[in-house]
């Protein structure tokens, strides 16, 4: 195989797969229709033809899959399970939370917990409330689970890569409208990459903005309008969130002296509000109040135009931009 190929997001999820698979023989792979059906959104399709037994269904029980995951991890296993939305893990939340995060604490280190969830959140056209929730600021608090969200087909790999070889908690938080995205070139077969980091989607010097998740299209997007008015926008696209860049982002505020931070999580209780908190705590100067664009405070609506109406769209953003930097 080429160390370089074009792939789709999902694409580069499976090829990512089955090389955890083929490198790590204590690898498995399970979750809802992951082995024969190839998954869902078919991220896991030819898995189980090519690893046999490894690769197997479950049934639907969340708490069962990630319960034995953790005694399967224990015990020399390096599981890879599969949770089919995001809102579906809040079954299993127990088995996370007061399970995986613990085991190296409450063993004095004896024990570990290489365990990967990988799962997807975002709000998606015809999507109900039950299958929108973007609650990466649940797991962002709680110690002992390392948490991502990579944009990019060649951070999907990179890393799902990083996490399988990770000997603790990893929840890798992947968006369903990315899956089927254009192909990008992806370079594989290189060493896994440090767990942590951040992307530089566009530097400028007139205004900070913090994003992570599918989100990042409209920032990138916004940033280009402004920037034919002569406002130059720094954009940090966070691909871990735990551990979180934060040097970085205060490296950048420092030069702009103005901060964004824009998800697609509802703005009480977001992650956003962490990430403007260790600027004003470093004691960054600031031209302008730190400001956070994130969902409203309600429901995800099933309906494409209400769902809009709910979220940060690229035309907001601009405002948002503009306001930071014309006052």
Sequence with gaps: ???????????????????????????????????????????????????????????????????????????????IVEIMWMDFALVAFDQIVNQAANVRYVSEGRLSAPLTIRTQQGNAPGACAQHSQNLEALLLHVPGIRVAMPVSAQDAHDVLIAAVACDDPVVVIENRTLYPGAKA?????QPPQPI??????????????????????????????????????????????????????????????????????NVTGGFGAEVVARVVEAGVPLKAPPRRLGAQDTRIPAAVALAQAVLPQTAQIADALRALVKG
């Design 185 to 189: 070139e992806v370079q594989l077969n």
């Design 196 to 265: 942590g980091g951040h992307r530089r989607r566009r530097r400028g010097d007139d205004v900070t903005v913090v994003t992570w998740g599918a989100i990042s299209a409209s920032v990138q997007a916004a940033a280009d309008l402004v920037a034919a008015e002569g406002i130059g926008a720094d954009v940090i696209e966070a691909v871990w969130l735990n551990p979180f860049d934060t040097e970085a982002v205060q490296d950048s505020v420092r030069r702009t002296g103005r901060l964004l931070v824009v998800h697609e999580a």
């Design 1 to 79: 195989m080429s160390d370089k190929v074009k792939l789709t997001y999902g694409g580069a999820v499976n090829a990512a797969l089955a090389r955890c698979l083929e490198q790590y023989p204590e690898t498995i792979l399970y979750g809802e229709d992951v082995a024969l059906p190839g998954g869902v959104f078919g991220v896991t399709r030819g898995l189980q033809k090519a690893f046999g037994e490894r690769v197997f269904d479950t049934p639907i029980s969340e708490t069962a899959m990630l319960g034995a995951a953790v005694g399967a991890a224990m015990m020399g296993r390096r599981p």
